[in-house]
């Protein structure tokens, strides 16, 4: 079974920086691309940041590009996120997602709330 768990959300000041971390269990970590999706209140829910499966190749959302680093530790089983010059907008619901044959699960999400 695919179970994936967010870490290090909480409450952080503008022009700060957030680590998260997901741990992955129940599928092929190292043969899996993995990605970071945020919701902010009343929005949709919107695509951060892509890893594939060895790491060697990266996507973000123009949102975040320039001061967002998505990695993964496949020895861990573990994709972790990290955004820098963080901004009120970046509030949100920061939820992993992995797609295993065909079928899309998403962890329960950790909440990240930018303010001062």
């Known amino acids: 079974q695919v179970h994936l768990v967010e870490s290090g959300g909480g409450l952080l000041q503008p022009g700060g920086s957030l680590r998260l971390s997901c741990a992955a269990a129940?599928?092929?970590?190292?043969?899996?691309?993995m990605s970071w999706y945020r919701q902010a209140p009343g929005k949709e829910r919107e695509l951060v940041a892509t890893?594939?499966?060895?790491?060697?190749?990266?996507n973000y959302a123009d949102s975040v590009a320039g001061r967002c680093t998505i990695l993964r530790d496949n020895t861990k089983n573990t994709v972790y996120l990290q955004i820098d010059s963080l901004k009120p907008e970046d509030t949100a619901v920061y939820y992993c997602?992995?797609?295993?044959?065909?079928?899309?699960?998403w962890g329960q999400g950790t909440q990240v709330t930018v303010s001062s």
């Open positions: 997602q992995v797609i295993v044959f065909l079928q899309t699960y």
């Open positions: 129940g599928f092929t970590f190292s043969m899996s691309a």
């Open positions: 890893i594939n499966d060895n790491g060697e190749s990266a």
